[in-house]
């Protein structure tokens, strides 16, 4: 009970006679806020216009007395709670039980101290901050299981399969629709979630039974995310994806664990297939080019052979028609190209199983390109177009031979193709700054690669749209890219559409 004043309580005071109403409003008013009525009709008309916290009010009184205010206060729903205190002259006892009939709080019978009255209607105030209390706090309540009703209808609504757990016994605290239909039986509050979901390690992880304590991360800050598991269903395995998190203490919330098993089975089965289907593809690759090679090699040697012969019979002064000689060396250049091809596609394969294999020795730069150059002077006398070599001496280094070789022949063969018969300038030398590595520049004045496709041309299969007319694979770029990759090296391009590229390749020459 409290005793300090408090001017937020209004208590409308009821009563005619002036000497007992100032008496009234003086012992209140030292610790309420006090409103006066002279009688029944006045004290109504203000409790409706705006209830007060409570009302006292004398029962005998001319035209409305209390019991007929009490009645009336009762009946109006602004009033019908609104607590009234009954002062009577004495106890009467028919005016008692017509004022507990009409719904009285208390009674104070008069003579009465200044005390009493105080504490009876200081009493009555704390049933009514009490109520009220307790209305707030069922209120709160009411919001709070709402809250969580919406929650856990959210929660339903994902297609995730989510639970909470208790961190240390993993024991269900919620599991939302998805996951009940993921367990065999529905995951109920208060469950062992390992009893319910068969779980085990993938196979690469070697297979066996996997406790959910094991998906669980050891501290709050950890996460686990997306690890492999399978579940063993009637239907056979599930393929799931493991998310799992551990939420502290929050405000009135304990700890708890948080775990999603999202089904990936489908996705695996895809991958799976995807897989195979790739690898049915390389072998094929593989298969095809190695078919391909055996009749273009005999084709090769045949023609080369027929070539010599031609040769010398035409030197030894024998009437050699040149229309053959120029049909064979059409079918010279064809078959090289072949050739070409399928070394390309032989090397995808190769490339693809990552099986490039590097075999490094002592290489001068400038001689191997001064050969390769040489080897497609034919093909680029027949484009129209001449080959401009500058090499600086001694550009040597430790590289494969061979597959640098085949970098070199892809960059000139294309700067040929895409050349539009302008000459060609390839240069060898040495960076004069950084770790002083050797490079390669192969320039021509061609069509040019817009820019958006610059950095395609490196990848597989990739050719610039506008540019299907010239034969190719789009392979030639990426094959060199993957070499000069494996030799630790950078292959870049400049270019302007209309005016040319240069493609360099930067070799260190230490590796
Ligand atoms: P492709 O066998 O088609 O030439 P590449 O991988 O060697 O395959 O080249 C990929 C694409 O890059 C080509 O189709 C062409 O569009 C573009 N490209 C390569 N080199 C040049 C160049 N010197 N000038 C213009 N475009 C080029």
Known sequence: MSDAPDANVRILVVEDDPHVRQMLALLLGARWRVELADGGVAARDMALASPPDLVISDVRMPGIDGIDLLRALRAAPATHDVPVILVSARAGERETIAGLEA??????????????????????????????????????????????????????????????????????????????????????????????????????????????????????????????????????????????????????????????????????????????????????????????????????????????????????????????????????????RLEQLVEALLDVSRLMEGRLQLSPEEVDLGALATDTVESLAETALHAGSTLNLHCASDVVGRWDRLRIGQVITNLVSNAIKFGRAHPIDVDVDVETNGDRAARLRVRDSGIGIPPEQRKRIFDRFERAPAERHYPGLGLGLWIAKQIVDASNGTITVDSEVGVGSTFTVRLPRSS
Not at 146 to 173: C, G, I, Y
Not at 213 to 220: I, K, N, V
């Open 103 to 336: 719904g009285a709080d208390d009674f104070l019978i008069k003579p009465f101290s200044g005390r009493e009255l105080m504490v009876r209607v200081q009493a009555r105030l704390d049933v009514i901050e009490m109520r009220r209390r307790s209305t707030r706090q069922d209120e709160a309540l009411a919001a709070l299981q709402r809250h969580s009703e919406w929650t856990e209808k959210l929660l339903d609504s994902l297609p995730v399969p989510l639970w909470l757990l208790e961190p240390e016994s993993h024991r269900v605290l919620f599991a939302n629709d998805a996951a009940r239909r993921m367990t065999v039986e529905p995951s109920a509050r208060g469950d062992g979630l390992c009893e319910r979901l068969a779980l085990s390690r993938p196979d690469e992880e070697g297979g066996g039974a996997l406790d959910v304590a094991d998906l669980m991360p050891s501290r709050e800050e950890e996460r686990i995310r997306g690890r492999r598991v399978v579940s063993m269903t009637s239907e056979g395995s599930v393929w799931l994806l493991a998310d799992a998190a551990r939420l502290p203490a929050l405000h009135d919330h304990p700890p708890v664990a948080v775990l999603s098993l999202r089904d990936v089975t489908e996705l695996v089965r895809k991958e799976d297939l995807l897989r195979s289907a790739l690898h049915v593809r390389d072998e094929f690759l593989s298969v095809a080019s190695h078919e391909l090679r055996t009749p273009i090699t005999t084709l090769s040697l045949q023609t080369e052979s027929a070539f010599r012969g031609m040769t010398a019979a035409h030197a030894d002064g024998a009437g050699t028609e040149e229309r053959t000689m120029r049909k064979l060396l059409t079918i010279r250049r064809q078959i090289v």
